[in-house]
């Protein structure tokens, strides 16, 4: 779509951001397709932005673009799900699967990488109830292919991580629906069971031609961490590629903001929280910032429930408090860093 260049003073409420809006200090204000109201704009010229990009087009015309962008985005997403339990379910029969299989699913995925607010958009309304193996192999290829972008990988490298993402638990396959499904506490030996699924993904991928040893090393060690408190190897930081870091984080929250049948996901915000509590430890402290100082600017535009019953709309999320976005409620601009009894119960 034609894309214009205003300065601030000039746009008007209800138009569109065509392109990501960062401050002089780099950290992201909004991402290309938020809607600009009253308190993104204000937030913008107080941050000394001088001009932004806008969608030339019409409102309604852009409602019909961002329709059909979401869903084609949907189709391709359940359209991979498919693919990838094809090629899952090949090599766990030990059939030979050709890197090109792989790559028409990477190629698919990464499609729509500069369309980051509608893919965490799709992500967040395709939830699923009980999310499987190959949901959660589609939905960690979204978040790596985000990551990637976000940390100016170039295009080699984020299909890499796109392929780890699609190829990191199809070793679970190996393992007993029994334990995978379990709702009460596993038991020791249950437990040491699932910290092999990363080894025995390894074992079923490793004789791929054409897949990267980077790839494959990021899906060994998707659940290894900075401190050594991983699996199945307990290696530090150091030992992990890039590729492997990224693979752990965003595996990590696909898992923590998804539906399980032994229990419930967070909500994005929380989950912000709790990787700001481990992050520093567990997680490469650059990567998580990176990851979520543009992921939390995504979901500006989302409707959430808050603890008072009452609906609202995220209509900013301040890049200083990422845990605390602003929320209009009945046209009142709420501070959830300020109304300390209020919270984010869901995203709906």
């Known amino acids: 779509m034609e894309k214009r260049c205003i300065p601030i003073l000039e746009c008007e409420l209800g138009e569109i951001i065509a392109q990501k809006v960062v401050s002089k200090y780099g950290s992201t204000i ?65 059939n030979n699967v050709s890197i090109e299989k792989i790559d028409l699913i990477s190629n698919s995925i990464y499609e729509p990488i500069n369309n980051e607010y509608h893919v965490v958009r799709c992500l967040n309304e395709l939830k ?10 589609i939905n960690v290829s979204l978040y790596a ?27 679970k396959t190996k393992i007993s629906n029994s334990i995978l499904n379990k709702k009460e506490k596993l038991e020791i030996g249950e437990f040491e069971e699932i910290k092999k699924h990363p080894i025995y ?61 032994y229990r419930k996901g967070v909500h994005p915000f929380k989950a912000f929280k709790i990787f700001q509590s481990q992050g520093s430890v567990s997680f ?37 408090v990422i845990t605390k976005p602003i929320v209009c409620v009945d046209s009142e601009y709420l501070d959830l860093s300020k109304e300390i009894n209020l919270s984010i119960v869901n995203m709906l």
């Open 30 to 94: 909004v991402v290309e397709n938020t809607t600009i109201n009253s308190y993104i704009k204000n937030k913008l010229i107080a941050f000394e932005v001088d001009c932004i990009w806008i969608y030339g087009v019409c409102i309604s015309e852009y409602i019909k673009y961002k329709d059909n962008d979401l869903h084609q985005l949907k189709q391709s997403y359940n359209r991979n799900i498919l693919e990838i339990k094809k090629i899952v379910n090949d090599l766990t029969n030990g």
């Open 201 to 261: 993904s390894f074992e079923i991928i490793k004789d791929i031609d054409g897949l990267s040893m980077e790839s494959k090393e990021a899906v060994l060690k998707h659940h290894e961490r900075e401190d050594k408190s991983g699996y199945p190897a307990g290696i530090e930081g150091s030992e992990m590629s890039i590729c492997s870091k990224i693979i752990a984080i965003t595996n990590f929250y696909a898992s923590i903001t998804s539906e399980r049948t």
């Open 284 to 320: 490469d402290i650059h990567i998580v910032n990176t990851f979520l100082s543009n992921i939390a600017a995504c979901y500006v535009g989302t409707k959430v429930l808050l603890n008072n019953g009452k609906i609202g709309e995220i209509v900013y999320v301040p890049p200083q």
């Open 128 to 137: 699923s109830i009980d999310e499987d193996t190959f949901t959660h192999s």
């Open 145 to 171: 292919m985000l990551l990637g972008k976000w940390m100016l990988l170039p295009e080699s490298k984020i299909k890499d991580l796109i392929q780890a993402a699609l190829l990191h638990d199809v070793g």
